[in-house]
């Protein structure tokens, strides 16, 4: 049957977690269940956002939507979706990030997928959820979402620079060896290649943080009040995102411009196929303003050798007004990329068509495992 999951459920889930392969190290079964407590139970979803007459409403709280299927006391399926505030035009929509689920594998012969999604659509609308949405990066597993009514918007496509030439090559011809004479000569390409796509002078200070502080909150109020859909960012919200499971590590960086906020960057290290990346998780300025983003991505590329990854990453849609620049930093579009898919409640009125895509801000700070 299926049922609310509880919080005595969390360690038997992360056993089924780790019996069927999902739980890639670092990550253990200790810190999978601190993982589904910062999603699930500590999340925080708009609190403080705006202080303006005309600003969205806040939503303070959401309802758990996590839950198990269980038979003869043994769990064998998990699924919950993490609540996010969403600006959606003039309205503040309550939302949440379909994730985290997990089948057994002496149970898929049971088909659980279908009933699953059924009773996860049903609590969508009791719990009073306007709609879900989620990233999808395989076609084995989109198809069998948009079988049972999950629609899809757009693709978010997934972008790379080159910060250790050497290792790259090495890593995609791993039988050529020689790795030492790969450094010896590739390493004045990587100089060059790095002086050249990140020079300018700008009139920004960039510096590292260690959290989102009050300083931030007239950017982030005037920055939400320009975006058409977006999930909300507020200095609680981004504190709960970034700071509340600290095995993710990530790392903020801040823009200001005459001592004010003009923009933020938050980072982290994680592994994408045979590459160790430093991944952009979120990167949020004014729409017309490239001389913020400009030195965000500059700084992206020194922590990102700092870091001694191979990659530099991140993730962006057609629309992102900043493409063209992040092109011009020598970002190469890779193979990779996400399909963003929505459901709303079997009740409600709320139009969810590729056409709204456009309108939409998204990019890894709804999700970001790869």
């Known amino acids: 049957m299926f049922r609310d999951a509880l919080d005595s459920d969390l360690s038997n889930i992360a056993a089924m977690a780790e019996a069927n392969a999902l739980l890639i190290p670092p990550l253990d079964q200790a810190a999978f269940v601190r993982m589904l407590r910062w999603l699930h139970e500590d999340v925080v ?5 705006g202080h303006k007459a005309d600003a969205l409403p806040a939503l303070n709280a959401a309802p758990r939507l996590q839950m198990v299927y269980e038979e003869d006391q043994k769990i064998l399926a998990h699924f919950g979706a993490i609540p996010f505030a969403m ?59 948009l079988a049972v009514g ?23 011809f ?22 050249f796509t990140v020079k300018g002078r700008h009139h920004v200070e960039v510096s590292e943080v260690d959290r989102f502080d009050a300083s931030f909150e007239s950017f982030l109020c005037q920055w939400t009040s320009s975006q058409d859909i977006t999930a909300v960012r507020s200095v609680e919200v981004l504190n709960w995102r970034f700071l509340g499971f600290a095995e993710r590590n990530y790392k903020i960086t801040v823009a200001r411009r005459a001592g004010q906020v003009c923009g933020y960057m938050v980072t982290r290290v994680m592994p994408m196929q045979q590459f160790l990346t430093l991944a952009i998780v979120d990167l949020v300025a004014m729409d017309s303003d490239r001389e913020t ?24 849609t057609e629309h992102y007004p900043f493409r063209s620049l992040l092109r011009r930093k020598c970002f190469i579009e890779t193979s990779e990329k996400f399909t963003l898919v929505t459901r709303v409640p079997k009740a409600s009125t709320l139009e969810l068509e590729a056409s709204i895509f456009k309108r939409w801000f998204i990019n890894w700070f709804d999700h970001d495992f790869v």
């Not at 089948?103 to 959820?129: C, M, N, T």
């Not at 050529?176 to 790095?194: A, E, I, N, R, V």
């Not at 050798?305 to 530099?312: M, Q, Y």
């Open 293 to 316: 983003v400009s030195a965000l991505l500059n700084a992206s590329a020194a922590l990102a050798r700092r870091a001694k990854v191979d990659v530099l990453t991140t993730a962006f």
């Open 174 to 195: 791993p039988k050529l060896g020689f790795q030492k004479t790969l450094d010896y000569l590739l390493h004045p390409f990587q100089w060059l290649f790095d002086t």
């Open 45 to 49: 979803i708009a609190a403080g956002i």
């Open 150 to 172: 999950w629609k899809k918007i757009g693709e978010l496509k997934v972008f790379a620079r080159p910060v250790a030439a050497s290792r790259i090559v090495s890593k995609l």
């Open 87 to 145: 600006k959606f035009g003039e309205q503040c929509l309550l939302s949440c990030f379909a994730a985290n689920i997990v089948i057994d594998e002496s149970a898929r012969k049971k088909a659980l997928f279908f009933p699953l999604q059924k009773h996860f659509v049903g609590l969508l609308g009791s719990l009073g959820y306007d709609f879900s949405y989620g990233l999808m990066t395989r076609p084995p597993v989109l198809k069998p979402h």
